[in-house]
């Protein structure tokens, strides 16, 4: 069946039945004019003590990935993920969802549909309700956009902001991975790629939980992207030793510098208190974190360090949209 | 300049200058991994009787616009616009926007910050903070998605579903003008639409306040599918009287009943209360508001009753995508 067979109102119709029951807390969800979410409850001294997050992330075909290269039960999943990953990188919790569609008409519904179930297996797992989203026609590329609703506690909040000179620079996992499948793996099978994905909301939440970290940020625009997305927003400048940066098997140096798409945790520490977080979260999680650099002050800029202790520029890079 | 000059990095920093100074609800807008807001505040008595309300809207180029037909600033302003009429279409007020843009790299940064200025201008009109959004590449159309935010207190929210047997059916304003002038002047001037658009927040917190109404919807799928959907919901049938339907100038007894596209509110009332409600919202907001019909059993389904008392079908119509 083609969507020009079932129309707007089918899919709609067709996509409130795929995705079930909400929670209580949904007041309102699909097939009205917006969902209604009963509110943060207030806190233990009858204060609201936490934020609600909001974010939002696009993919885009022929911008940000290919048909061929991908399933749509992946695609779902990773519209979903990348927004997830946003909220963790905030040290909060996802919540609710909206999913918007912009697919050609002669697509055929059974495509929605696995898109559908990749969004909802990940939606499943981490407790989201999916309470709304608009479905479009796109004369030519499919368009998948995510907003995403989290809530945090205010003291658990971390900002990109808020980094200080003499802090540790962490990082979870490796980097490099995604680009150098580009490189070899060009035409990777179809859902290969989902089960790789590394979702990090249950690193960033211990994060949160030990208060200790002082800017959080996720590394998918790349790893010195991210450091220098932190470094601006907290007017601080960084070294980064590229003998500490954990680079994945089969990935050079210089793909896990600049090359992206992998979504690991970046976040600054008070030095004195680096190694003990590291060992907490390793502990909780038994996801590895690295220690790949220091804040220094702003005038010293971002430099990179090699094992001799030569400092060397960047590349200008990170993954950037229109250039 | 072009967008490729510019870069998604100088244009995020371009257009979080624009948005300029948030209210003091936003802990977190623009340019971190999410925003963050402070939570609704709780009521009188301790308890939150508020509810979040959050809907998404996406215009896409050559779907729902052409950009021969419209000014940029135009197209900002009505993304946000219809947005706002999901909101109000439940009862509620506007809080918090995130503004998707897919644009294809050569496309001029002026006019990037000139539909951004469309926003603006609404976002000022309504006190709504534009916290965050997504810039992205596009092939080809142009995209403009909006996710807005907004509160209703528990008591004022009106969903679709609510409907009785025996209400009448109101209407604001008049229908069949967008799509008359479809046919009429398919070239409209560059901005000539924006300064029509009528939103009806005002009406609508009216409709909320009084608490008689039973169901509201916006029209922007056209009268007759409006009616529609709430019989859907609320699991009843309609009447529609046609000599009562409000006619735009110019437009046909059609293009109202079908035409779509514009953004007036629809609703239900106790048929004892309808001409005291329609009385109030008048007074009060200088609009004018029509009783175009009563809701019947479900048996009985959607009917037109013409004049001389004569039921006939409907056509199958209303704007539908995909289709």
């Known amino acids: 069946v083609k969507l020009s067979q ?3 109102f089918g899919l709609i119709n067709l996509l409130s039945k795929e995705i079930g029951k909400s929670s209580s807390k949904v007041a309102v969800g699909i097939g009205d004019d917006a969902a209604a979410i009963k509110s943060l409850p207030a806190g233990r001294h009858g204060k609201n003590n936490k934020l609600l997050l909001i974010t939002t992330d696009t993919l885009i075909e022929n911008v940000h990935f290919k048909l061929k290269n991908t399933s749509f039960f992946h695609l779902g999943y990773k519209a979903l993920a990348i927004n997830i990953s946003d909220i963790a990188a905030m040290g909060g919790n996802p919540t609710f969802a909206l999913v918007t569609i912009g697919a050609n008409k002669n697509l055929s519904v059974s495509k929605i549909e696995e898109l559908y179930r990749g969004i909802k297996s990940l939606a499943r ?12 026609a796109s004369p030519k590329e499919l368009i998948i956009s995510i907003t995403l609703l989290g809530e945090v506690e205010k003291d658990n909040l971390l900002k990109r902001s808020g980094a200080e000179v003499g802090d ?17 793996i060009p035409h990777l099978p179809a859902g290969r790629q989902g ?16 208060r200790l970290a002082t800017a959080m940020i996720d590394s998918s625009d790349g790893l010195v992207r991210s450091v220098l997305e932190i470094c601006k927003a907290s ?8 003998d500490s940066v954990p680079v994945a098997k089969d990935a050079t140096l210089d793909q896990a510098l600049y090359g992206g798409e992998e979504y690991e945790l970046v976040f600054t520490v008070p030095r004195s208190k680096a190694i003990a977080l590291k060992t907490l979260i390793e502990k909780q999680s038994k996801t590895r974190v690295s220690i790949i650099g220091e804040m220094v002050s702003k005038k010293n800029a971002i ?4 094992v001799h202790g030569q400092v060397c520029d ?10």
């Open 314 to 323: 960047l590349k200008s890079g990170g993954y950037e949209h229109f250039k």
């Open 303 to 306: 430099k990179l360090v090699d």
């Open 235 to 242: 007017q601080v400048g960084a070294r980064i030793w590229l």
């Open 195 to 210: 089960s790789e994905f590394r979702i990090r909301l249950k690193e960033a939440q211990i994060v949160a939980k030990f």
């Open 6 to 8: 079932l129309g707007e």
């Open 168 to 184: 540790a620079i962490l990082v979870t996992g490796d980097f490099g991975k995604p680009a150098s499948e580009k490189f070899r």
């Open 125 to 136: 797992k981490y407790k989201i309700d999916i309470v709304g989203g608009d479905t479009v």
